[in-house]
């Protein structure tokens, strides 16, 4: 049997930071992902957007190419929800209507993932964007676990595949960001702060951290 005396520090069975996933440090190591891949479509968040629980991407990234936003929140009580729906069936959602989504580790929480999905490619617009971020590797979040539930980690391969279901092939792409030392900080609760830029922007695909999709609608794309 191999000696682990090198283990150091991570010989520890708690993690280093166990009260969060890094905020209390800086910025948190998924946040740092799912920003740039913000930043790289910003041009996609336009018009009339949807976003989860609050409009805070939607404001930072779409500036003054946004004309309104909705907030879609599950449950009531959420004072900046405009549309209370279940992503999975959507029925208060309409149909066509929206130019972006940003959807940013949301489908986690959804058990029927298939009919959110569907859902999605529904309520945008004929050539419409989807911004989709999943967690790949991830400590689970108890509050949310207890209240919501969290039900997936996904890996860029069953990300794309779910998609691919709606959304044609060649208006998709998919891409893992991460790293083993990465996603180790990560799971210690360490932040981008912790660690070196090329810490971050370092990818190897054995370790998805968090999973980006880009989709869009296709133009002539008819909703039933």
Known sequence: MKSDSNLGSLRRNTPTNPCDFGESRGQCIDRYYIENFLTEHAADVRGHVLEFADDAYARRFGGDRVTRIDVLH???????????????????????????????????YV???????????????????????????????????????????????????LFEEVFPKEL??????????AAVAFLHGFAVEDLQRQNLEYEDQDFQVLITLRAVKPPSSSTP
């Open 74 to 108: 599950v449950s009531e009580g959420n004072p900046r929800a405009t549309i209370v729906a279940d992503l999975s069936h959507g029925e208060r959602i309409p149909s066509a209507t929206f130019d972006c989504i940003l959807c940013t580790q949301v489908l986690q």
């Open 172 to 181: 998709l792409a998919v891409r893992a960001h991460g790293n083993v030392l």
């Open 111 to 161: 058990y029927a993932l298939p009919e959110a999905i569907r859902t999605l490619h529904r309520i945008l617009k004929p050539g419409g964007v989807v911004l989709v971020t999943v967690p790949g590797i991830q400590k689970i979040d108890r509050v949310d676990m207890e209240a919501e539930g969290e039900y997936w980690r996904f890996t860029d391969l069953s990300l794309g595949r």
